[in-house]
């Protein structure tokens, strides 16, 4: 838990798209700061690029701004409603390639053709095995100094409290009473910034960057964001790991900003 079956149960049914998921930006004043002043300023050494795959778009929270950034951009998403509402979101747009996938197979992209690779708030909820194949094939999809930017779980680091947390549901109430966050958000448990380290190189990929925050109002740290490349790129280094505590206060000043310069 969560597998493919229940992200696809989850998305492709269940879920209710209200305003398109803008809601999961609330807490920085709407998606338009935060990706100005959160998510564009880790990637700004790597964009605009030739060419873009976004695994897992939703219903387009950042393909509105990564479709200005490339040339071509490819997204990728396990659910048909969310490929669908992409197509009609961005049917001015001729650059974007759409395609729904199982979600692992990355078959449909030809090989060396994506100079970045991004994805942000989807991939926390895939377990181990998914974060390894999507690399496994990303090594061979990405051009030789492609770099990607892939936001997963960190949960495992603290996976004897969420299992403990999700063990049974008098557990389950009681620290949802307690505000702990007892689900972790639908994280996956089997991951961590280690092991999709691990994952990367056993993939002749190399991570040179892993900032392991925390999210939304959880104090702990359960999310990653790790950048990553091909061996042999000209971005390669030993990788730099930093634990981010101030991610929470980022993103207070960022909503306090918001009300001077959200709405342009
Ligand atoms: C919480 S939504 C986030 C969407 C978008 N990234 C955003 O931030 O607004 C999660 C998305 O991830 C997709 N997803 C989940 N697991 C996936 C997988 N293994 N492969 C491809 N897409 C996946 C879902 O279908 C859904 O569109």
């Not at 071509?72 to 197509?87: E, F, P």
């Not at 390669?236 to 991610?247: A, I, K, L």
Request: charged share 25%; proline share 4%.
């Amino acid at each position: 838990m969560p597998s493919i079956d229940w992200n696809r149960r989850k998305w492709d049914v269940n879920y209710h798209w209200n305003a398109d998921g803008d809601l999961w930006s609330r807490g920085y004043g709407g998606p338009a700061m935060q990706w100005r002043l959160s998510l564009l300023p880790r990637i700004l050494p790597f964009v605009p690029a030739g060419s873009i795959l976004e695994i897992a778009p939703g219903f387009g929270r950042w393909t509105q701004f990564l479709k200005d950034l490339c040339e071509r951009l490819t997204v990728v998403d396990l659910s048909q409603k969310c490929i669908d509402s992409c197509k009609k979101r961005f049917e001015d747009c001729s650059s974007i390639t759409y395609h729904q996938n199982d979600g692992r197979s990355l078959a449909m992209i030809p090989d060396d053709s994506i100079d970045f690779v991004f994805s942000i708030d989807s991939l926390v909820h895939a377990e181990k095995d998914v974060i390894a194949a999507y690399l496994e094939q990303l090594h061979a999809k990405m051009t030789p100094d492609g770099v990607g930017f892939i936001h997963h779980s960190n949960l495992g680091e603290h996976a004897r409290l969420y299992t403990f947390m999700r063990s049974n549901t008098v557990v389950y109430g009681i620290c949802k009473g307690l505000g702990l966050g007892p689900r972790g958000g639908d994280r996956a448990l089997s991951m961590t910034a280690a092991k999709f380290a691990a994952c990367a190189e056993a993939a002749g990929l190399q991570c040179i960057a892993q900032e392991i925050v925390n999210w939304g109002r959880r104090r702990r740290l359960i999310d990653c964001f790790s950048l990553f490349t091909r061996r042999g790129s000209r971005w390669e280094r030993p990788n730099v790991v930093v634990r981010n505590p101030s991610f929470r206060r980022e993103r207070r000043r960022i909503i306090r900003l918001s009300s001077l310069y959200g709405d342009f």
